[in-house]
């Protein structure tokens, strides 16, 4: 009865102090999914040295042996001397399937081409060649043991190619306007259940596929346990369609089941949906199994879920969790993607050894080729792809890669509707939307009415012209340089601190961008 206190004391004082630990990390900032993991877990033994505590799945155990440093630092706070911690998995999942092979602590990124390399290791086991998979007969089924020696299979998984390997959260290209859906996709990556289901939509081409494929990457890598499925909405039709013409027995039954035993499910351009009526209704049994079991769900579309035109219970379920816009890119992003863009090709043109990529671009003229970009990140790239061949072709016949050529390929690529702004023309937009006159705008009236038009106008000029902070200062009642970087200022913050003030200047611009 003695030994049975002690054991239950030592438990008991394992747990206060674990707690503590976990006290001090989210005063530290700790990410909340990462936090949520931490408090799942049961404190089982101290000893003078360290600590012992249980994790309830792999996955858990995991991330948090990737975090021990800064665990183990807020330990030595909490006890007041040096302990190790030691990361277990519970008595109950002790004979649980193998794990995967799994990234090391120590590897924090990883090139696109070890990538491809361990997922076409994975998907020579897991691949099949049709999606929905013969019914398995008596003599088929797994015995208890050979079914815990076996990893988890899943025909609708596929291998990832070479090109979609380097879709990472490593090569996306953050901005304002898309930096809350990079944040949803990866807490979601990391196993966060605060987005479920996670709907991202704006415009084709902003990069919504790049953050999906990015989530499906990474859980390759570090999660390869987790079986993670992408689907464009056509290629899910194209599954139900194909289960409900074939006559073979129990066929539609193996595409159900399929499509149950899936971790993390990842659908995108779900406007392709539409008119889809049979396989929507399989979509939503779907979604509600998953959703229902704990399974998370990432969606994607060109419009909002209200706005694509399904049934009111089908946009209301896609609505049910967290809804995240990408916004059409503006100056700093474009000028941030066409830079990466440049170094990106370079590099690959070297390693590669590819001819006709050794030109060199100066930042004026990748700036330039920001003010002159289109909206479409797809279209960006070819773009700059286009920039750097054609400095390439001139620096080589020693002639220089200048403005006007940058001007004459955006024009080739985007056309006529790639037109420059005047200042006038962005203050008769924003007094019109204000309902202001031009002599206030310009004035030095300071009362709030007049104070937010004319930062958004300064705002939209530095956005939509070529011209400096000084001459933007000149048709603004002579103000000086520091004037207008107070009020582009003024603009970036609010549009950061605030969602109505970012949604209402990104329409504001986008409208003035559509007007003739």
């Avoid at 030994?3 to 530290?28: F, I, K, P």
């Avoid at 909490?78 to 999942?93: C, I, K, N, W």
């Avoid at 020696?149 to 901005?175: H, M």
Wanted: charge should be negative; proline fraction near 3%; include cysteine.
């Amino acid at each position: 009865m003695a030994e049975n206190n002690t054991t239950n004391q030592a438990e008991s004082d394992a747990q206060v102090l674990w707690d503590d630990v976990v006290e001090l990390l989210g005063e530290e900032g700790t990410a909340p999914a990462l936090l949520a993991m931490l408090k799942s877990c049961q404190a089982t033994a101290l000893t003078d040295d360290s600590l012992t505590i249980a994790a309830g799945t792999g996955f858990v155990r995991r991330n948090v042996e990737k975090n021990a440093g800064a665990i183990e630092a807020c330990l030595e706070r909490a006890a007041f001397q040096p302990l190790g911690l030691t990361v277990e998995l519970s008595r109950e999942r002790e004979v649980a399937p193998a794990a995967a092979p799994q990234v090391t602590p120590t590897q924090t990124t990883i090139s696109p081409t070890e990538l491809e390399r361990l997922r076409a290791e994975e998907a020579q086991d897991r691949q099949v060649a049709s999606p929905v998979p013969a019914p398995a007969t008596p003599h088929a089924q797994a015995t208890p043991d050979a079914a815990a020696q076996a990893p988890r299979k899943n025909p609708l998984v596929e291998g990832i190619t070479a090109a979609d390997s380097c879709l990472t959260f490593d090569t996306y290209v953050e901005g304002e306007e898309n930096q809350l859906a990079l944040q949803a996709a990866k807490a979601v990556a990391n196993g966060s259940h605060g987005y479920n289901p996670l709907f991202i939509y704006g415009k084709s081409g902003l990069g919504k596929t790049h953050l999906l494929k990015a989530i499906q990457n990474y859980l390759a890598v570090n999660v390869p346990d987790r079986i993670c499925v992408y689907r464009q909405a056509r290629d899910f039709v194209g599954d139900y369609t194909s289960a409900m013409l074939d006559t073979s027995r129990g066929v539609k039954e193996a595409l159900e089941q399929n499509y149950h035993d899936i971790d993390v499910l990842i659908i995108d351009d779900i406007q392709g949906f539409r008119g889809a009526a049979k396989s929507i209704d399989f979509f939503f049994d779907t979604f509600n199994y998953l959703t229902s079991h704990g399974k998370q769900i990432v969606l994607a579309a060109d419009e909002s879920p209200a706005e694509l035109g399904l049934a009111e219970r089908v946009s209301s379920r896609l609505d049910s969790g967290v809804t995240l816009s990408i916004q059409v890119p503006n100056y700093e992003l474009k000028y941030g993607l066409i830079r990466a863009f440049y170094q990106r090709m370079k590099a690959d043109a070297v390693e590669d050894g590819l001819a006709g990529f050794d030109g060199e671009i100066d930042k004026e003229s990748l700036e330039f080729m920001a003010s002159r970009a289109g909206t479409n990140i797809r279209t960006i790239k070819a773009f700059c792809q286009s920039c750097l061949l054609a400095a390439t072709t001139k620096q080589h016949r020693g002639e220089q890669f200048t403005r006007e050529d940058i001007a004459q390929i955006a024009v080739a690529k985007w056309g006529l509707e790639q037109r420059t702004f005047t200042i006038e023309q962005i203050q008769k937009f924003v007094e019109q939307r204000y309902d202001i006159s031009h002599a206030d705008l310009v004035s030095n009236k300071r009362n709030k009415g007049l104070m937010e038009p004319r930062h958004v106008a300064v705002w939209l000029a530095r956005e939509l012209t070529d011209s400096t902070l000084a001459q933007i200062g000149e048709r603004f009642g002579g103000r000086t340089h520091a004037t207008v970087k107070h009020s582009i200022k003024w603009v970036e913050d609010r549009r950061h601190d605030d969602r109505l003030i970012h949604d209402k200047t990104s329409r504001m611009k986008e409208d003035l961008m559509s007007s003739s």
